[in-house]
């Protein structure tokens, strides 16, 4: 057998081990990403002072029929509500709604990685000393939202993104790894040290 061919199982022995464990341990991340800011619907929107201008869009009946006809696509989301002047209902004055846009990731989830590690933490950003970091691997064909995300939910616990993700590996078999931090402690052990206090 030659060389390259060994190198080849080699490989692919790894590919299908790896595949196995992310199968197998990975578990389902939250990806938070940057809210899309959208002119409200329900009143107009003023350039000038980048607020509501405090008049409805629509007529009392006009109001009614668009938010019947936006409760068919959207149950129980209000987008459309008569106001006689001042404050919007909807967007509560500031003329914009922000929609937050989320992505569920399958990650092999690692808290308070060990120094093994370490070497895939590139660095701690400053005031992040004393806090939980989370280090999770996916696939790389997540880097663009990890980079970009506004901050993911692991296990209950909102974590920032502490640098850009980092990919890994070989050729086709690589691997992403996105590392997180938080000052929330996992809920899990939250759990125990209240049952040992209670
Ligand atoms: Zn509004």
New binding site residues.
Partial sequence: MTRTRIFKKTKDRFRKSMRRVVKDLSRRVLVYKQPIRQE?P??YYDKLTGR?TGKCRWTLEEAEQKQAEHELVYPGQIRYKWFRVGR?P??LGK?VLEVKRKKWVDCLVVWNPSDRYSNEITFTPAGTEGSTLVQLKTDIKYFDLFKNCEYVEVDGVECKISNPPIVRGLGNHTLLIVTGFTTDKPKDNSGEKLKEYS
Avoid: L, M, V
């Fill in positions: 409200c329900n009143c509501s919007c909807i967007c003329g």
